[in-house]
């Protein structure tokens, strides 16, 4: 019998998954984390979740956007620029490129956090640990063609 948690999984390798639920998903983790005063997100009863906000790089504006994140023991967060697959980066991933200061709400708790990309070394370590968490980010590597970001979300 599969799991709740492995039938979402699987779901998430389709091709109509990774063409829509960009468009769907994140609006309703947003509305959720809205009603719920920043407490709940959809998401957040089979993986751990945030919502981080973001300078838009072309606009200035403040981005907001629900991720999966893992956290570390040290209270930083790891975040990954899957895209759901896709081919390009996210666009909140090439904001923090671009300033790494940001917002996270986790739990609650809104925080000022700064943003690092983790280099070669520092992904190999993690790496495996964001794969345990959440499996389809080894297929989405491959799916996509391209090398996912990942980020360390230190608080400030």
């Given at each position: 019998?599969?799991?709740?948690?492995?039938?979402?999984?699987a779901m998430t390798m389709t091709r109509w998954f990774r063409r829509w639920?960009?468009?769907i998903i994140p609006p309703l983790d947003l509305a959720v984390h809205r009603v719920s005063g920043g407490r709940l997100l959809m998401s957040q009863g089979?993986?751990?979740?945030?919502?981080?906000?973001?300078?838009?790089?072309?606009?200035?504006?403040?981005?907001?956007?629900?991720?999966?994140?893992?956290?570390?023991?040290?209270?930083s967060l790891l975040v990954v620029a899957s895209?759901?697959?896709?081919?390009d980066h996210?666009?909140?991933?090439?904001?923090?490129?671009r300033d790494p200061r940001a917002t996270v709400s986790y739990r609650g708790v809104n925080r000022a956090v700064d943003a690092r990309l983790l280099g070669p070394p520092?992904?190999?370590?993690?790496?495996?640990?964001?794969?345990?968490?959440?499996?389809?980010?080894a297929r989405y590597g491959e799916?996509?063609?391209?090398?996912?970001?990942?980020?360390?979300?230190?608080p400030a």
């Open positions: 019998m599969v799991s709740a948690r492995g039938a979402v999984e639920a960009p468009r089979m993986i751990s979740c945030l919502v981080l906000t973001t300078t838009g790089r072309r606009t200035g504006l403040p981005r907001s956007v629900p991720l999966a994140c893992l956290p570390e023991r040290d209270g895209n759901f697959g896709r081919r996210p666009a909140w991933s090439g904001n923090l490129l520092d992904l190999a370590a993690a790496w495996p640990r964001l794969v345990r968490m959440w499996p389809p980010y799916i996509s063609g391209r090398e996912l970001r990942v980020f360390r979300l230190i």
